[in-house]
């Protein structure tokens, strides 16, 4: 029986990140002035505080006299239209569903000014997460292989950035994250997993201005080695139950570089260029007292997102934004989940920034993402029972605030 096969999703979701159905499941949605460029300045750029998200080496740049503070809030809305093939295998039946759930992703920065030359800070933010669910209306050759798949990720990220030298700023910080996970499967080989876990990273980041109107940033932001405690159980393991089941994979790590090139006085034109090491994900295993239960060889590869992005100051209060990205999968149509229908994709994105007082700025983003093509799945059961193909799309809508004090 190939119980590993409940597995796979399962191990993605904990390590990865989105919003669903793209782009290596990881959540970048952690700076709404930067979305609205399709994030094309999240290395490079030095907006507001919420750019520590990606480069620490801007909580220099961006905090105030005293002490800033930035929150945002991305509501994200997946639409992943499925259409089920079965085979007959199990009696299980065919149809349309859909595994999407809409989702809330907040974030928190702070900044303090030490002196001129250095600050200290803090993120809080969800830089992997997920949420996917098949009910009893949908196929049940879909709920046979998944049914509720449910991460939170929280990370508080500690930071310190201070100038090292004229032009050039340098950042570090040390992130501790906390996952808790849900996943079943339904009949007729059912599987249930729930645990949860801390982990720990760091991110470390440079902005360089090369001259008057060129900057250039580069980051690195660690995966984290998850090694959760849980429950396991289900027929498809006999129907025992395992108390003090673990669950151990490898989370990637993103390397990222930007240049933000001032073209004239109002427009500046931003690039971007990220690197996630997927390939770490190769297996992931659920043991107990040292015995394996249930395991999964993942076919991932690394993958590349690409980003251009414009900014325009219409005022001296207003800017405007647009861009656009090239978001690669890890995936494989041999590996496919489809918990996780995942595709490579394109988005889309506006934004704006509006000074409400001299300390005072909000923000507002919406992007649209689109599969380049459709993606499709083998479900296998024990035994391959079907296939499916999605129709996938996310929009995102996004706002937030910055404040200095």
Known sequence: MKTSVYLLSAAAIALSTTSALGGSFAIKEGSVSSQGMSF???????????????NPAALQRVTG?????GVTASGIFPEADGDFDANGAFGLEGGDGSPSKDALVPGTYMGFRINPQLAVGMSITSPFGLRTEYDGGDPSVATAEATETDLKLIVATPMISGEIMNGVTAGAGF???YADLTFNSGEPFSLEYRGDDVSFGFIIGMLADITDTTTVGVAYRSGFKLDAEGRVGGSALG?????????????PGVASIGIKQELTETVDLSLEAQWQNWSVLDEAVISTGGTELVSETFGYDDAFYLAAGLEYEATDALK??????????PTTDEDRSIRIPDEDRIWLSVGASYDLTETITIDAAYSYLKTLEDPTVIIETGVETGSAEFDAQVHILSIGASMDF
């Open 40 to 54: 094309a300045n999240y290395s490079a750029g030095a907006e507001d505080i919420t750019h520590i998200y990606q």
């Open 65 to 69: 006299d005293h002490m800033t503070v």
């Open 175 to 177: 992130s501790i994250a």
């Open 239 to 251: 129907g025992m139950e395992f108390s003090g089941a673990n669950f151990e994979a490898d989370a």
């Open 320 to 329: 405007l934004r647009t861009g656009v990205a090239w978001d690669q999968t």
